[in-house]
């Protein structure tokens, strides 16, 4: 069974510019958990998805956003970017919502911003 | 490679010893606890979870242990190898949702 997929792995913007990330889980995962990495922040949550629904939402502003679509793909935007940005987006699939249900992490989306 | 952490505590150990690694979660109300690897480049990836009405689980070369009075959690790996190196996550979940909350890693290093 193909894992979680990423596109594109790699992104270079400048500030104020948008950009969309896409996430594809693995078959048959219906929810899908957005998270950033920074070296100074860690990893943090940014959203969960499952029916197509937002479930839960990290603290983030506004200008980070995302979706979810009936195959259970996803994808995340974020508006008007700013240098502090600059950051891996990953992206996790599970079964099911559940505190239980084992998240399984892509290899991320390493976006840059100038 | 990717820069997880550029200031993350760092644990060297000899090929073949065994490793410890600490984590110190938050929520006294987590049920879920995950220890995830990370290797430069790639996503975290899951190596064993444990429930919280359990104290200890074995999987393939990896243990882990739970105590929920201290709000403690390590990972142990036997005969570590060198293929073992990459930063260490755990995580904790808490009730219905996908959210993890992630502790801040640590690297391991694997001397020959």
């Known amino acids: 069974k193909a894992g979680v997929t990423q596109t594109p792995r790699y992104l270079i913007k400048t500030r104020g510019q948008q950009v969309t990330l896409s996430c594809s889980p693995i078959?048959?995962?219906?929810?899908v958990s957005w998270y950033q990495q920074t070296p100074g922040q860690g990893l943090q949550f940014l959203f969960e998805y499952f029916s197509e629904t937002q479930r839960n939402k990290g603290n983030f502003p506004g200008r980070f956003s995302g979706r979810q679509f009936s195959n259970s793909r996803s994808e995340m935007n974020v508006s008007t970017l700013e240098l502090g940005d600059s950051a891996l987006y990953l992206c996790?699939?599970?079964?099911?919502?559940?505190?239980?249900?084992?998240?399984?992490f892509g290899p991320g989306t390493r976006l840059t911003v100038l | 490679g990717e820069s997880v952490g550029l200031h993350l505590p760092t644990l060297s150990v000899q090929e073949g010893d065994n490793s410890i690694i600490n984590c110190a979660y938050s929520n006294s109300a987590s049920d879920y606890f995950i220890w995830y690897k990370q290797e430069s480049g790639k996503g975290p990836q899951f190596i064993i979870d444990i429930r919280s009405n359990m104290d200890k689980r074995q999987g393939q070369r990896v243990t882990v242990l739970l105590n929920k009075t201290v709000k403690h959690l390590s990972l142990q790996i036997a005969a570590t190898q060198p293929g073992d190196s990459a930063v260490y996550f755990c995580a904790e979940n808490t009730g219905t949702a996908s959210k993890l909350t992630f502790g801040t890693g640590t690297r391991l290093q694997v001397t020959l």
């Open positions: 078959s048959g995962h219906r929810s």
């Open positions: 996790a699939s599970s079964f099911q919502r559940g505190g239980t249900d084992t998240q399984y």
